[in-house]
């Protein structure tokens, strides 16, 4: 997945062109402005902390929401989706990493999630799969451990929910150590685009 925060139409077209058709957007204006203006076989990936007031920009056409992290959000995505006659798929955010900047859920706190009876009633929703945001560091064996912690989670839960099918993590500067760890979703931002505009 491209992750296209902060650049250009004309610099996502050109990855358009060159054959990427997943984008991944922090801000939900941000991206519901260029969903407007750009092609419509793109897949839209909200993977930024969503605030439950916005859903309802994304909800006609977000492919898949990254970073969900509570009851509260997957009721408000539900509701939106429900508006537009879709089922939106969405990833649940696992705190893999101790930075303060860093969202997520624990392991118990997702398996009560997934088990609660509040889950079992939104039908305009589907969780997928996983994901979660290791350290920014370069220490490879911290990487290690928290893609391997993400992992465990994962591997042990989709066997009782066959539909987490993607474990999402991994970016610019880990994602071949990330797929080495089994993940099957990474964002790329800087390694397609260079470096963010700020």
């Not at 859920?105 to 609660?116: F, H, K, Q």
């Not at 610019?172 to 760890?181: C, K």
């Amino acid at each position: 997945m491209a992750v296209s925060k902060t650049k250009s139409v004309t610099e996502l077209m050109e990855a358009y062109n060159a054959g990427q058709r997943v984008f991944g957007e922090n801000k939900v204006q941000e991206m519901a402005t260029k969903w407007e203006e750009m092609p419509k076989d793109i897949q839209w990936h909200m993977i930024g902390h969503v605030q439950r007031n916005k859903v309802k920009y994304m909800a006609p056409f977000v492919s898949l929401i990254h970073a969900v992290d509570s009851i509260r959000l997957l009721n408000e995505i539900n509701k939106q989706a429900l508006k537009h006659n879709r089922v939106i798929d969405c990833l649940l955010q696992i705190k893999i990493a101790d930075e303060e900047s860093k969202f997520g859920m624990n392991e118990a706190e997702t398996i009560a999630l997934l088990s609660s009876e509040e889950i079992k009633v939104l039908e305009n929703v589907k969780i997928t799969g996983l994901m979660g945001m290791a350290t920014f560091t370069d220490n490879v064996d911290q990487l290690k451990e928290e893609f391997s912690y993400l992992k465990n989670i994962h591997e042990k839960l989709s066997v009782q929910y066959p539909d987490l099918q993607i474990l999402s993590m991994g970016m610019s500067g880990d994602y071949t150590l990330a797929i080495e760890h089994g993940s099957t979703m990474v964002r790329v931002g800087s390694a397609i685009f260079g470096a963010r505009n700020y």
